[in-house]
T-cell receptor
Framework: NAGVMQNPRHLVRRRGQEARLRCSPM?????VYWYRQLPEEGLKFMVY????????ESGMPKERFSAEFPKEGPSILRIQQVVRGDSAAYFC??????????????FGPGTRLTVL | AQTVTQSQPEMSVQEAETVTLSCTYD???????LFWYKQPPSRQMILVIR??????QNATENRFSVNFQKAAKSFSLKISDSQLGDAAMYFC??????????FGTGTRLQVTL
């Protein structure tokens, strides 16, 4: 059973470009979470999605950031007009079922975004 | 809002010895889960152990065990017979009815020969 997949593992963008991060949850998992880890800090929650629905986006910056989890395909975290402060590791996690707070979240390897 | 506090930025332990990492949390919820995750230099987040708040019995996974004190809102991780591969950042995390994980700031564990 493959784990959570994220790609790319490393992404370099210049200021003002768009960054698109992908996450494929574990097989059978229908809940996806995105977290951001700034250098030397812990992970901070960004957004929680189920298929075609955003459940909780309380951690998402109000501008430039968006996320989706379509019926088919991976979850996408999109950052428009990136700035140097967006440089961080972005982790995706998935969990299996409704009542998700009872389920353990399993993490992908992360995408390290560097903004030049 | 829930908060998780790890007051030890760094800890060191000799190989084969035992070390305890501290974690406290604050919540008004009665049902929740607590986790310890390990982040080695590869940066992969690896689940170490999980504790359900309604269970009085402390969770154990091989060399890893927790001391869960619900009234004190304390959730420490004990690593026995420490190995070089245990060297990593360790994060304590809380999950309540909102599903999202709230993490502490982490403890960097060094294992020495």
């Amino acid at each position: 059973n493959a784990g959570v997949m994220q790609n790319p593992r490393h992404l370099v963008r210049r200021r003002g470009q768009e960054a698109r991060l992908r996450c494929s949850p574990m097989k059978g998992h229908s809940h996806v979470y995105w977290y951001r880890q700034l250098p030397e800090e812990g992970l901070k929650f960004m957004v929680y999605l189920q298929k075609e629905n955003i459940i909780d986006e309380s951690g998402m910056p109000k501008e430039r950031f968006s996320a989706e989890f379509p019926k088919e395909g991976p979850s996408i975290l999109r950052i428009q007009q990136v700035v140097r402060g967006d440089s961080a590791a972005y982790f995706c996690a998935s969990s299996p079922s409704p009542g998700a707070f009872t389920d353990t979240q399993y993490f992908g390897p992360g995408t390290r975004l560097t903004v030049l | 809002a829930q908060t998780v506090t790890q007051s030890q930025p760094e800890m060191s332990v000799q190989e084969a010895e035992t070390v305890t990492l501290s974690c406290t949390y604050d919540t008004s919820e009665s049902d929740y889960y607590l986790f310890w995750y390990k982040q080695p230099p590869s940066r992969q987040m690896i689940l170490v152990i999980r504790q359900e708040a309604y269970k009085q019995q402390n969770a154990t996974e091989n060399r890893f065990s927790v001391n869960f004190q619900k009234a004190a809102k304390s959730f420490s991780l004990k690593i026995s017979d420490s190995q070089l591969g245990d060297a990593a950042m360790y994060f304590c995390a809380y999950a309540g009815t909102a599903s999202k994980l709230t993490f502490g700031t982490g403890t960097r564990l060094q294992v020495t020969l």
